[in-house]
């Protein structure tokens, strides 16, 4: 009995024994945070890229209708981002056709306007037609950008022409004819052409300092219709020229400029002899001429 009470005094006065992580549980533990990290950071790159490409498309979308405003109100293209006055929160302008916001390096040309990614390693460009609407895609050093957008088409669909990321001599960016500017001259809208200059480092035309005639010169708008002395005119080069007859009215003199109706068959013939004299008249473009019996025949 007695040394059945001095086990259990040994025992409660004993401290309890603490058993550690081993070596290889740390390592089992390590390796699994590594596999879950290497599943989850492409996923997660992924969507970080996914991001910034939304963000550039978003601001080519507004670039665009930017553009399309100062078309209407202009009857051409800006030349620059100050023109304009596109309301993008971080847009630097740097070279007048060109500014950066964030990642992305955007380029206006005409009707394209283009943005180039400036990230390493992510060198890749989107291209969008102001007229069209199409958005392009063009890889760069990164092959796998243009496939996470199921809506970007293939670029040369889109109506732009380009120059690669990391092509042709390193340069990027869009260009008006191919990879030069081409004869850069534009088609005003009363058929008259403007020549701009070349900058043969970017491929782009240089209209500054050159524009169309605008419109309102002349006697008309081109376009525009008018009814008068029973002739429908058009204008066409600000003038007013002869379309065709007014409705009801079959026949034009250009003589008078107006527009005549036939009651009689064109170039029917009245003859009358008075005092035995034969006298004619022909009825021709709406009218009897001579209008008295005075051509004698």
Not at 1 to 8: A, F, G, I, T, Y
Not at 12 to 21: D, I, L, Q, R
Not at 253 to 275: I, L
Request: proline share 3%.
């Amino acid at each position: 009995m007695r040394k059945s009470l001095d086990k259990l005094a040994k025992l409660a006065n004993s401290k309890p024994f603490k058993k550690g992580f081993t070596l290889t549980e740390l390592l089992v533990v390590v390796l699994v945070i590594g596999v879950l990290a290497a599943i989850a950071l492409p996923s997660y790159t992924k969507s970080v890229k996914k991001s910034r490409v939304s963000d550039a498309l978003n601001n080519l979308n507004i670039v665009s209708l930017k553009q399309q405003d100062y078309m209407l109100n202009n009857e051409k293209y800006a030349e620059t981002f100050k023109d304009l006055n596109v309301p993008i929160a971080g847009l630097t302008s740097t070279e007048g056709n060109t500014a950066t916001v964030g990642s992305f390096n955007y380029t206006l040309s005409d009707a394209c306007i283009s943005a180039v990614s400036n990230r390493s390693g992510e060198n890749y460009t989107l291209v969008k037609n102001v007229e069209t609407q199409a958005t392009g895609c063009i890889n760069g050093e990164d092959s796998t950008i243009c496939s996470m957008f199921s809506d970007l088409v293939a670029t040369d669909a889109v109506g732009c022409d380009y120059v690669a990321p990391g092509g042709d001599g390193g340069g990027s960016g869009i260009t008006q004819d191919g990879k030069d500017c081409g004869s850069c001259t534009k088609t005003c809208w009363d058929g008259s052409t403007i020549s701009g200059t070349c900058n043969t480092n970017t491929g782009i035309c240089d209209y500054t300092g050159v524009s169309c005639p605008p419109e309102e010169q002349g006697e008309c708008k081109n376009g525009d219709t008018k009814t008068e002395n029973n002739c429908v005119y058009a204008c066409s080069g600000n003038t007013w020229q002869y379309s065709q007859p007014a409705p009801g009215y079959t026949g034009y003199d250009s003589a008078t400029n107006s527009c005549y109706k036939n009651v009689c068959p064109e170039g029917t013939v009245q003859k009358n002899t008075v005092d035995g004299v034969h006298y004619c008249r022909t009825y021709t473009m709406g009218k009897w001429v001579p209008e008295d019996w005075t051509q004698a025949c």
